[in-house]
Structure formats: structure tokens, C-alpha cells
């Protein structure tokens, strides 16, 4: 049959006629020459219906000259050939965008890059996917655009696996531009489905594989039976960990037949021991504590819940105990330092990703989970009379909402995303299934958590400081609060904790009542023992404090001195950089003066070696430099 995008049947276009089309097409296009004439009549004499070339060997297929190639394409893009998926995958289309000119397909795949352009790509990449995926399926279908069905996806899908089965070459690109494909014509209400992230879940049969066979349904039919009472990822966290526990019963002991013989000497001990020790392969360390507690305690839910809904395959007897899992340590949150703060946001606002750096400045302003962030909706702002605008958090990971009051500038930023986002049809929520348009969109779907994270990586890296993770921001968020005196009330509603405990960990950091106390007590033992003598930090060379071996800062009204091992101060002049410093012309001489000094302690860093340090003075410099500027500009 030949494809429905042709106007006539092959028996009512004789070969002279394909000729003439022929013939008329490279002048189109501004090609042509006997040479490619003459391969034309040629083929159209052995092949003298087109479509019968198709039944020859793909390597056959693929032998065909380049006098020869042109004449192939102008059969494919006008509907008069459909060449294999076999031969489209294996052979690069170099010409399509010139070959489709005044063809069939044009219209449709001007249609699609335009598509593509409208949810975010640039013009280059809607023209790679498009040529990659959609001009294939086009030409192999034989069907218009808004015809082309999932099924079509598969069929090329599959033609590039055996590909890369026959010959060992990669499909990466035809992978990426398959998936963008399907995300346009979702948007384009073509198909019904957006693409799977990656390569979708394992099954748990997979999952489960190196499990021995006879202990693997009980393993299986577990991890089916909690699907129902507990989330997805919580599920597939338990499979990873019942898949260490089903690989150390494997090798440890094959003969194992039954749940029922586990024996705590034999089996469980060994396997805790083996927990205590275990290496995590990403990194080769070993697995953290966290890690271990997690994996003991995925072998007592699992004993304890068969044995609790009655399953016959249990031990006889209790075998894994409180005191088996391992006591994690309880550090503080890990927030960032003012200073270290302030520069990571200075490197996210320059980012070229513009909605990755805008997310994680989100997150860091209103205190959100990652999760709770990229779920947040479109219309998540609220405005209440009288008492400002607030953010609607989604349900998250305790499972509740909550409200988050919104000041000027978090809404200027949320503004700022919205128009960055891609825009398109609403997709369904991962957890619900209802449609939602999702405040985080990019290229036609939601932006990926691997996404903000790579982004926050760079931005750390342009700011000079260690690794961070998106739950630091968090934790940065709830410090400032809790250094701003915010009641405990206020604070667990502000974070979306359930109980007081989650929260005070935040007030161990910083608890005015025991600085008070310590304080208080200092004062009065001074009273007791009479003035200590003041210790004064040494200074070399003729006494001037900018050649003392010390962390020095110049500040506007003086200058602090540190040891080294104390490191920079947090708070060293942040005020210069705070957006709220104004300048005027009675104290540009004093930032002058500054200038100054920061240069020469520029200087002596570098002089030391001290890279941070100097970097530290140059950021000052250029800030001050700024800030002179701009009085001078009034």
C-alpha cells in the first residue's frame, strides 16, 4: 500500500514522469548533473516500482552510490519509497532538510520544529530531532503528522536496538531525539503519553535476579504486596536493599531452601557483620551509617511483616532485634555561612540555566524539600486580602501542605520563572494521575532533580566553595529564621515538620536563651576574679597590622584580625554587599581608603599563598569599586 500522503498511485506515475519529477527537484534545490540522471533511469529499469528495491539485503541497500543516493531521497520524501526503518537508522540523511523543499513532508515538519520551539528548544535542536525521529517515522509511516501513533515510535525504537545488537554502535542520539519527539507531539496533542524518564523501573522479578530462585517469590510477591500501603520510591529503596540481603544469602549459604531455616547464628549474624563492612561501589567508601541502619532494618520489616500477615514461609522464632541496628549520629544541619550564602546566590543569579538557578534560589528563599519544590504548580501563589501573598506547598514528604509567606522579592522571582518555563499542554501528576501544569517545566516536561543538582554543582564551583546539596538550602533557610528569632510554632509551620523535634534541632545551633546563660555566667565569674589581661593577636615588622601573618579584613570603620586556623569570618563585610547599602558622597572617601587597604591585603594573600584569601579581597574590590561607581554616576 502506498503511503496516504501521495496524491496518485504508483501504476498512474510511469517512470518518465519520476524522471521529470525528478528532473524538476534538483533544480529546486540547486542540484543536479547527468551523472544523477542516469543513476535514476537506471534504478527506475531494475526497480521499475520502487518499492520492490526494499526486499534487497540492508547491505545492498546501504551499497548504493552517491550518484544514486539523491534520487533514494526524493523517492522517500515524496512518498514513493519506504526504504526500512533498518536502512533509515543505519544511514545519515544529510540532505533531508534540503530534499523535503516543496515535498510532502515539509509542511508537517515545519510544523514540528515549530512545536518544539514553542516548549523551549532552540532552532538547532527542534532541526537535529526533527530530522533524527519525526523525518524518519514520516517517510517509513507513509502518514501525515497528526497521524503518527505510539506504535511507530516502538518500530523505530526496535530498529535501533537490532542495530546496535548487529553492530555494536550506540543509539544515544536516536534515544534523546525520540524522547524530545514524543514530548512535541504531546504538546501538539498528537499522542496521548510523554516519554518514561531513563529506561523506566526494573520489574521486581528483575530486580530480584541474583536472588536464588527458590527464595525469589517470596522476595517478589513481598515487594508487590507493600506497592499498596507505601510510595513508589519507599518501595523501590526496599527492593534495593532486600537485593544486597538476597545476594549475601545466595553466596553465603546456596542450599538455603526456605525463609523458614533462616537462623539468626548462621545467617543474620554473618549478614549484620557483612552490613558493618559494606562498600559503596559508586565511590568505593564505605556505606554510611545512615546506610547500614537502612539495610537492618529492611531485614526486620520484611521477617517482621510475613510474619505478622501470616505467610508459612517464616522463621520460627524472632531474629532480628533493636539492638541490631546501628546508632546513627545525630550532627547538626548542615547550613551555609553568610558569606559562603552570598556567593553561591551571586553564582546562580549569572547562570546561563536560567530555570535550574532560579528553582534552587526559590527553594533557598522559602525553605522547600526538593521534591515539594519540583511539584509545585502553576498557580501555587495565592494572594490574601490584607496579609500578602502567599506559596502553596504541595503534599510532600510528611505527607501534609502547607502555606509559606512570600516577601517582594521571592515573588519577583517567581515571576521571573514563570516566564521562563516551557509552556504546553498539562501532563499528569507522577502521584496522582490528575493533569497539572507544573511551575518547573523545561523542553515539555517537568525539570528532573539530577537537573538542579548539576546546576547547583557548578555554581559552587564558580563560587569556590566545597560540594553542596539542594537539602542545605533548606537547612540554610531554616537558620536564618531561627538566628531572626523565630518562635518554634512558626518555624515547624514555615518547614512543614509534624513534631517540635524535627524543629529544634535548628535551635541547637543558635539558642539565644543559652548564649544569654553563658554570657551571664562570663560576666559574673570576670566580677569574681578581676579583669583578665587582654590578649592581643602578635604583629609583626613595624607594628602595621596589614603585614601581621593573620586573616585580615578591611572593614569601612576598621579592620578584624583572625588567626589562621580560625579561618575567614562569615559575616566579613557583608554589609557592602547587601542590597540594602546605600553610598553617598560624604563616604565615598572612606570606601576609597578601603579600596585601598584591600588591595594591599590582595597582596599580601597572594604573597602567602593564601588563593581564597585574595580571592576574597578581589570580590571586595570589585564590589566597592561598584559601589564608588555609582555615586559617581548620580
Known sequence: MLPANVSATYTERPARDLLADYATHLAVTGRGNSAYTSAARSFLQNWPDPQHWVDQPLDERLGAGPQLRPFLSFLMVHGWLQPGYDYLVSRKLSSFWRDIVASPLEADMTRFREGAEAIGYTPIQSLRVASQSVGRLLVQSGRNLDDLTLGDFDELIDACRQRTQSTAKGWTHYRGALSAAQRVLFHLGIVAALPPYGQGPKSFEARMADVSPVLRPAFVAYLERKTGTCHAKTVTGLATRLAHLGRFLAASDPELRSLADL????????????????????????????????????????????????????????????????????????????????????????????????????????????????????????????????????????????????????????????????????????????????????????????????????????????????????????????????????????????????????????????????????????????????????????????????????????????????????????????????????????????????????????????????????????????????????
Not at 417 to 427: H, P
Not at 436 to 462: K, M, N, P, S, Y
Not at 503 to 525: H, M, N, P
Open 263 to 634: 537462623e539468626r547464628q548462621r545467617h543474620i549474624e554473618p549478614y549484620l557483620n557483612s552490613v558493618s563492612s559494606a562498600i559503596n561501589p559508586k565511590n568505593d567508601d564505605p556505606i554510611t551509617r545512615a546506610d547500614q541502619a537502612r539495610r537492618v532494618l529492611a531485614l526486620s520489616s520484611f521477617l517482621s511483616d510475613i510474619t505478622e500477615w501470616g505467610w508459612q514461609d517464616v522463621p520460627p522464632r524472632r531474629l532480628v532485634f533493636r539492638s541490631d541496628i546501628p546508632r546513627l549520629p545525630r550532627p547538626l544541619p548542615r547550613y551555609l555561612p553568610a558569606d559562603v550564602d552570598r556567593r553561591l546566590g551571586e553564582a546562580l543569579e549569572g547562570s546561563e540555566f536560567r530555570l535550574a538557578a532560579d528553582a534552587l534560589m526559590l527553594q533557598r528563599a522559602c525553605g522547600l524539600r526538593i521534591g515539594e519544590l519540583l511539584d509545585l504548580e502553576l498557580d501555587c501563589v495565592h494572594e490574601v486580602p490584607s496579609n500578602g501573598a502567599w506559596l502553596k506547598v504541595p503534599l510532600g514528604k510528611m505527607d501534609t501542605e502547607r502555606m509559606v509567606p512570600l516577601d517582594e522579592q521571592t515573588i519577583v522571582l517567581i515571576d521571573r520563572i514563570v516566564a521562563t518555563r516551557s509552556n504546553g499542554r498539562a501532563f499528569p501528576h507522577p502521584r496522582t494521575g490528575r493533569p497539572a501544569q507544573f511551575l518547573f517545566t523545561h523542553h515539555g516536561r517537568r525539570l528532573a532533580q539530577r537537573a538542579l543538582r548539576l546546576e547547583l554543582d557548578r555554581a559552587a564551583q564558580i563560587a569556590g566553595i566545597a560540594h553542596v546539596t539542594p537539602h542545605q538550602l533548606r537547612h540554610t533557610f531554616a537558620t536564618v529564621m531561627v538566628n531572626a528569632g523565630v518562635s518554634l510554632q512558626a518555624l515547624m509551620a514555615l518547614l512543614g515538620h509534624v513534631s517540635a523535634e524535627m524543629s529544634l534541632r535548628y535551635g541547637q545551633l543558635f539558642d539565644t536563651t543559652v548564649r544569654a546563660e553563658y554570657e551571664r555566667a562570663l560576666d559574673l565569674a570576670k566580677a569574681r576574679i578581676g579583669p583578665l589581661p587582654a590578649r592581643r593577636i602578635p604583629v609583626t615588622g613595624d607594628g602595621n597590622w596589614r603585614d601581621a601573618p593573620l586573616i585580615k579584613t578591611r572593614l569601612a570603620g576598621g579592620y578584624c584580625l583572625r588567626a589562621p586556623a580560625q579561618g575567614s569570618c562569615s559575616y566579613a563585610n557583608i554589609c557592602e554587599y547587601c542590597p540594602t547599602f546605600h553610598v553617598d558622597a560624604s563616604t565615598v572617601a572612606v570606601l576609597t581608603a578601603q579600596r585601598v587597604d584591600a588591595e594591599a591585603l590582595a597582596s599580601d594573600a597572594d604573597a602567602r599563598k593564601w588563593s581564597s584569601e585574595a580571592d576574597r579581597h578581589r570580590r571586595l574590590i570589585s564590589r566597592l569599586d561598584t559601589l564608588i561607581a555609582e555615586q559617581a554616576a548620580r
